[in-house]
């Protein structure tokens, strides 16, 4: 058996694979960046060797992450690159007296030339070979290799190809709709759908850019697009001697932007014959590879027909339900085989029982286009589930990383029971801070369609946050004024209005009164209604501004929106307003509040009054986020309309698109390449007669 350790990867998945090897008494060795210096995993390990940090311009011929968890080496910033940098980790590997390499997963989990270096260098590498790594990194080359193993696969490209000319010209024998894969990636990173040659040429061009910076590979796989999909996983694992098992299935259609959200094993509504041939087919295939390791077939369901898609060569990030369900250590089963030794079980020997549901805790704002939310989390109460964390209480969400946080792993002993309890987690779990998507998957999991298994892997890229669940601004603005006005016993109106001065709450109006507030630079006006028992009686008139928080949304700059029925709130405990049957969490803060609802965090301020009846144009776009301005399309000095793109700002793996929010001369206020802030001045837009 393995006797040391390096833990090649950072965060919550090197927590996972210290806490295996504590249990199977094999120490370990961390690597880190300054950033990561503080995460809980490198308490216990032997040593923690310090990563070389440079600048990514230095780095560009590095190879980068291919799944979630991860760094890029792609814009002008400065940003860690030590977990890519292969000369580094096996020197910590080696100075350090390890005799194997973890990778994890991202990072260099499946570069081939890190296996390589490392079995080079007289250590063992927990994933496969590296000429399997090569045949299934390679998109193109990895159908064709399941396709005379006898795998089902999808029309597509024969070879990656970054020759745009040659990809227009293929893309016509394998027909429309078709999606887009770097060849030499994944994670979801640089995909996208195309529906017509109208788009191709434009859709190819981002995706080669994209590619080339995230992974140093601008080749490009074209393949059929199925509409209505499910995508579903099979685990599997192979060793030395020939053996080849399945750990069962996955279902991780709920993703967004090919990015999985929520994952759960095993996969239901599947017809016992299919799932038994899918089962099969991913057997087949890793035989067919001479597989040594844990790794993943990734399959397209449509009605009772499925198809290869691709193979990860190493853990997934959603292992951790098939653990839950088959009651295994899938860490120690690589390490074992590693070793060289045969598979822990045979097929007959591996069972399962229950269902279990994984959450992704991402920092990002669901209501605000997705926007990515670095910046400091400090959790106050964790939920009684199984949760891969790599902190106890507090941690820095840089933007250099993946802005997954944590995963909250649900089991139970049927589906329901694991998606009620996945949901009871996310909404236990408390924190102050940035803003993640834990409200709105709580609500995704209580979906009809969702608790039907009847969704597709488009679902969540069909609704709109706000229509399908509410919008927290005006739930923040309401839950305020509540605590503001509710009723006490020793006066109708509480204390704790605008510096003591209850003059605006006016009995004698037709209603009680209004109060002008904030939300993040969005105008509110909320109108009180009057008084049931312990209750307030709300209403929110609202204007969206030319703003920061009104370009990242979908909403129109000029139009009002008018929440007509009242709803009623109440105080719930010290810092609750339940508002209808919303909880929202209110702080104060400085001279406003910030208001915790649906799992994002709103700043409430005071408003100056403004007319309901007009609006201003704000000249500046600003950056709706921290992150690169990775793109410029404009110069200055030009001519806009409204709604033209400007300019693309970019932070953990996504890309926001800036528009113009009104015609004009335009004026660039930031270079291409800049670090920018949230909130930042990008771009001036004045009036032609104006800037005349």
């Given at each position: 058996?393995?006797?040391?350790?390096?833990?090649?990867?950072?965060?919550?998945?090197?927590?996972?694979?210290?806490?295996?090897?504590?249990?199977?008494?094999?120490?370990?060795?961390?690597?880190?960046?300054?950033?990561?210096?503080?995460?809980?995993?490198?308490?216990?390990?032997?040593?923690?060797?310090?990563?070389?940090?440079?600048?990514?311009?230095?780095?560009?011929?590095?190879?980068?992450?291919?799944?979630?968890g991860?760094?890029?080496?792609?814009?002008?910033?400065?940003?860690?690159?030590?977990?890519?940098?292969?000369?580094?980790?096996?020197?910590?590997?080696?100075?350090?007296?390890?005799?194997?390499?973890?990778?994890?997963?991202?990072?260099?989990?499946?570069?081939?030339?890190?296996?390589?270096?490392?079995?080079?260098?007289?250590?063992?590498?927990?994933?496969?070979?590296?000429?399997?790594?090569?045949?299934?990194?390679?998109?193109?080359?990895?159908?064709?290799?399941?396709?005379?193993?006898?795998?089902?696969?999808?029309?597509?490209?024969?070879?990656?190809?970054?020759?745009?000319?040659a990809?227009?010209?293929?893309?016509?024998?394998?027909?429309?709709?078709?999606?887009v894969?770097?060849?030499g990636?994944?994670?979801?990173?640089?995909?996208?759908?195309?529906r017509?040659?109208?788009?191709?040429?434009?859709?190819?061009?981002?995706?080669?850019?994209?590619?080339?910076?995230?992974?140093?590979?601008?080749?490009?796989?074209?393949?059929?697009?199925?509409?209505?999909?499910?995508?579903?996983?099979?685990?599997?694992?192979?060793?030395?001697?020939?053996?080849?098992?399945?750990?069962?299935?996955?279902?991780?259609?709920?993703?967004?932007?090919?990015?999985?959200?929520?994952?759960?094993?095993?996969?239901?509504?599947?017809?016992?014959?299919?799932?038994?041939?899918?089962?099969?087919?991913?057997?087949?295939?890793?035989?067919?590879?001479?597989?040594?390791?844990?790794?993943?077939?990734?399959?397209?369901?449509?009605?009772?027909?499925?198809?290869?898609?691709?193979?990860?060569?190493?853990?997934?990030?959603?292992?951790?339900?098939?653990?839950?369900?088959t009651?295994?250590?899938?860490?120690?089963?690589?390490?074992?085989?590693?070793?060289?030794?045969?598979?822990?079980?045979?097929?007959?020997?591996?069972?399962?029982?229950?269902?279990?549901?994984?959450?992704?805790?991402?920092?990002?704002?669901?209501?605000?286009?997705?926007?990515?939310?670095?910046?400091?989390?400090?959790?106050?109460?964790?939920?009684?589930?199984?949760?891969?964390?790599?902190?106890?209480?507090?941690?820095?969400?840089?933007?250099?990383?993946?802005?997954?946080?944590?995963?909250?792993?649900?089991?139970?002993?049927?589906?329901?029971?694991?998606?009620?309890?996945?949901?009871?987690?996310?909404?236990?779990?408390?924190?102050q801070?940035?803003?993640?998507?834990?409200?709105?998957?709580?609500?995704?999991?209580?979906?009809?369609?969702?608790?039907?298994?009847?969704?597709?892997?488009?679902?969540?890229?069909?609704?709109?946050?706000?229509?399908?669940?509410?919008?927290?601004?005006?739930?923040?603005?309401?839950?305020?004024?509540?605590?503001?006005?509710?009723?006490?016993?020793?006066?109708?109106?509480?204390?704790?209005?605008?510096?003591?001065?209850?003059?605006?709450?006016?009995?004698?109006?037709?209603?009680?009164?209004?109060?002008?507030?904030?939300?993040?630079?969005?105008?509110?006006?909320?109108?009180?209604?009057?008084?049931?028992?312990?209750?307030?009686?709300?209403?929110?008139?609202?204007?969206?501004?030319?703003?920061?928080?009104?370009?990242?949304?979908?909403?129109?700059a000029d139009?009002?929106q008018?929440?007509?029925?009242?709803?009623?709130?109440?105080?719930t405990?010290?810092?609750t307003i339940?508002?209808?049957?919303?909880?929202?969490?209110?702080?104060?803060?400085?001279?406003?509040?910030?208001?915790?609802?649906?799992?994002?965090?709103?700043?409430?301020?005071?408003?100056?009054?403004?007319?309901?009846?007009?609006t201003?144009?704000?000249?500046?776009?600003?950056?709706?986020?921290?992150?690169?301005?990775?793109?410029?399309?404009?110069?200055?000095?030009?001519?806009?309309?409204?709604?033209?793109?400007?300019?693309?700002?970019?932070?953990?793996?996504?890309?926001?698109?800036?528009?113009?929010?009104?015609?004009?001369?335009?004026?660039?206020?930031?270079?291409?390449?800049?670090?920018v802030?949230?909130?930042?001045?990008?771009?001036?837009?004045?009036?032609?007669?104006?800037?005349?």
């Amino acid at each position: 058996m393995i006797s040391r350790l390096l833990i090649a990867n950072r965060g919550e998945i090197a927590a996972r694979i210290a806490r295996t090897c504590d249990r199977l008494g094999i120490e370990y060795v961390t690597v880190s960046v300054a950033a990561d210096r503080s995460l809980t995993y490198h308490a216990a390990a032997v040593s923690t060797v310090a990563l070389p940090e440079r600048d990514s311009r230095d780095a560009a011929a590095t190879r980068a992450d291919t799944s979630n968890g991860s760094t890029r080496g792609e814009s002008a910033t400065t940003r860690p690159t030590g977990y890519l940098d292969i000369d580094a980790l096996v020197r910590a590997a080696t100075e350090t007296g390890c005799d194997a390499v973890h990778p994890g997963y991202g990072f260099l989990s499946e570069n081939a030339d890190f296996a390589r270096a490392v079995r080079a260098a007289g250590l063992v590498f927990a994933g496969p070979s590296s000429r399997v790594i090569e045949t299934m990194a390679d998109k193109s080359s990895a159908r064709q290799v399941m396709a005379e193993a006898g795998v089902p696969v999808l029309p597509g490209t024969v070879r990656a190809s970054d020759d745009l000319d040659a990809l227009v010209g293929g893309a016509a024998d394998i027909g429309y709709p078709l999606i887009v894969k770097p060849a030499g990636g994944g994670g979801g990173k640089g995909m996208s759908v195309v529906r017509s040659a109208a788009g191709l040429r434009e859709a190819l061009a981002s995706a080669s850019r994209t590619a080339t910076a995230a992974f140093a590979d601008g080749r490009l796989h074209l393949e059929r697009y199925v509409e209505r999909a499910r995508h579903i996983e099979v685990q599997v694992f192979g060793d030395e001697f020939g053996h080849a098992v399945h750990l069962f299935d996955r279902d991780c259609s709920l993703q967004r932007r090919h990015q999985k959200v929520i994952e759960e094993a095993p996969a239901p509504r599947i017809p016992e014959a299919v799932r038994a041939a899918m089962f099969a087919a991913a057997v087949q295939g890793t035989k067919a590879l001479q597989y040594v390791g844990a790794g993943t077939f990734e399959f397209l369901l449509v009605g009772d027909e499925f198809f290869f898609i691709e193979m990860n060569t190493r853990l997934q990030v959603e292992h951790t339900v098939t653990e839950e369900i088959t009651g295994l250590d899938l860490v120690e089963w690589q390490l074992r085989v590693a070793a060289g030794e045969p598979l822990p079980a045979d097929q007959a020997e591996i069972a399962y029982s229950g269902a279990s549901v994984q959450v992704r805790m991402y920092a990002e704002d669901p209501f605000r286009s997705f926007l990515p939310c670095p910046g400091g989390l400090e959790v106050t109460h964790w939920p009684d589930v199984r949760v891969e964390r790599a902190f106890a209480r507090h941690l820095d969400v840089t933007g250099g990383f993946d802005p997954m946080i944590a995963k909250l792993v649900a089991t139970g002993a049927t589906r329901d029971d694991a998606l009620t309890a996945a949901r009871r987690a996310c909404e236990d779990l408390r924190w102050q801070g940035i803003s993640t998507n834990l409200g709105f998957v709580a609500r995704v999991l209580a979906a009809p369609i969702v608790a039907a298994a009847e969704h597709d892997t488009a679902y969540l890229d069909r609704i709109d946050p706000v229509a399908e669940f509410g919008d927290p601004d005006e739930l923040s603005a309401l839950a305020v004024a509540a605590a503001l006005t509710a009723p006490d016993r020793a006066t109708p109106w509480s204390t704790g209005a605008p510096g003591g001065d209850r003059a605006w709450l006016d009995p004698a109006d037709r209603d009680l009164g209004s109060l002008d507030l904030s939300v993040d630079g969005r105008a509110v006006t909320v109108r009180v209604g009057g008084y049931e028992g312990d209750a307030v009686l709300v209403r929110a008139d609202t204007l969206d501004p030319s703003g920061p928080a009104a370009q990242t949304t979908d909403r129109s700059a000029d139009t009002r929106q008018t929440t007509e029925v009242g709803v009623t709130a109440r105080r719930t405990d010290s810092d609750t307003i339940a508002v209808g049957s919303t909880p929202c969490v209110v702080r104060r803060d400085g001279e406003g509040w910030t208001c915790q609802v649906a799992g994002v965090s709103r700043q409430v301020r005071y408003a100056e009054y403004r007319s309901l009846g007009t609006t201003a144009t704000d000249p500046e776009i600003r950056s709706p986020m921290p992150g690169t301005l990775v793109q410029l399309h404009v110069e200055s000095g030009n001519p806009v309309e409204k709604g033209q793109l400007l300019g693309v700002v970019e932070a953990m793996k996504l890309e926001h698109e800036l528009t113009a929010t009104h015609a004009g001369i335009v004026t660039v206020t930031a270079a291409e390449g800049a670090v920018v802030t949230t909130a930042q001045s990008l771009f001036l837009i004045e009036e032609r007669g104006a800037a005349l």
